[in-house]
Nanobody, 122 residues
Framework: QVQLVESGGGLVQPGGSLRLSCAGS????????MGWHRQAPGKERELVAT???????YYADSVKGRFTISRDNAKNTVYLEMNSLQPEDTAVYYC????????????????WGQGTQVTVSS
């Protein structure tokens, strides 16, 4: 019913930049909090950044000053601009969204994208 479609991942050299996008579609009335997580090889999934519907943001210390999260409520889309990328940023990046459904009687539910690979290597 609800899908989050990600794009923008790929291979980039250290110091480079990438912009990830994640667009929600389906039976969506509105979206509350949105965010990005990542999971590096051999590590647990970690929070990268979050953004509320009112555009209040939070960043993990490891990405603060380098990454920027933003959203377009009209498009049900969240973005992650990643600058000064380093090998330590290599991970599968997942977007998520807390969705208010158009369907009657459905509570707010958290959805996840399929994940997109970001590889930082020379």
């Amino acid at each position: 019913q609800v899908q989050l479609v990600e794009s923008g991942g790929g291979l980039v050299q250290p110091g480079g930049s990438l912009r990830l996008s994640c667009a929600g579609s389906g039976s969506i009335r509105s979206i509350n909090d949105m965010g990005w997580h990542r999971q590096a090889p051999g590590k647990e999934r970690e929070l990268v950044a979050t953004i509320t519907r009112g555009s209040s943001t939070y960043y993990a210390d490891s990405v603060k000053g380098r990454f920027t999260i933003s959203r377009d409520n009209a498009k049900n889309t969240v973005y992650l601009e990643m600058n000064s990328l380093q090998p330590e940023d290599t991970a599968v990046y997942y977007c998520n969204a807390d969705v208010v459904s158009l369907r009657i009687g459905i509570p707010v539910k958290s959805y996840w994208g399929q994940g997109t690979q970001v590889t930082v290597s020379s």
